[in-house]
């Protein structure tokens, strides 16, 4: 119940930021880090707020040292940084990413968004996604949720960006219904 408090006055202070009234499902939280495993490698998470995300990525095998947690907000950030004192939590924003270090060298094998992508304008959602698609493998995915009736990736930005996003699954179980997109490298187009 704190938890979802703490939240609510989060959406409060800043709702376009936060852009939910309550954190993730269980539900959510499940979909989104269904294809996620130890096996997957460094993770990077952007806007993990209270950590429903975090939560099921560690019950799914991610170590903490294999995650990296980037929130913008000073309040969810500090709580991260206290409750997942292994993981390498960084306050900043999210179009940032490309700038930091955040494995010692190693790539992410996936990236897990609970960034409102809806709310942004395109320059701020191509920032995001080039930043964490050069901190990842090449077969490395891009999870992102949305509350929305498509993905919350424009087609024009996926294609400039060299992306393909696909459904992957939905929840009536979360408030409000949310689906989930994994978003990766298109494969390159061979001639015959």
Known sequence: MTEALGFFQAW????????????????????????????????????PGSGSFTRALIAGGVRQEDLAL????????AALHFRYPQA????????RLRTVDLFDGRLAGAVVSGL????MPPRKIIAILAGAFR???????FYQFTYGPS????????????LEAE??????????????????????????
């Open 151 to 162: 993905c919350p990736v424009p087609r024009r930005l996926l294609d400039r960006l060299g």
């Open 12 to 47: 409060l202070k800043s709702p376009l930021r936060v852009a939910a009234i309550a954190p993730s499902g269980r539900a959510l939280s499940s979909l989104i880090t269904s294809e996620i495993s130890h096996d997957t490698g460094p993770v990077i998470e952007l806007g």
């Open 88 to 95: 390498r939590t960084l306050w900043m924003d999210a179009t």
């Open 70 to 77: 980037i929130e913008f907000g000073s309040e969810f950030a």
């Open 116 to 119: 409102p992508l809806l709310s």
């Open 135 to 141: 901190k990842m493998r090449v077969d490395g995915a």
């Open 167 to 192: 459904r992957i699954g939905g929840t009536l179980a979360n408030i409000p219904p949310a689906a989930v997109y994994r978003l990766r490298r298109r494969a390159p187009e061979t001639g015959l």
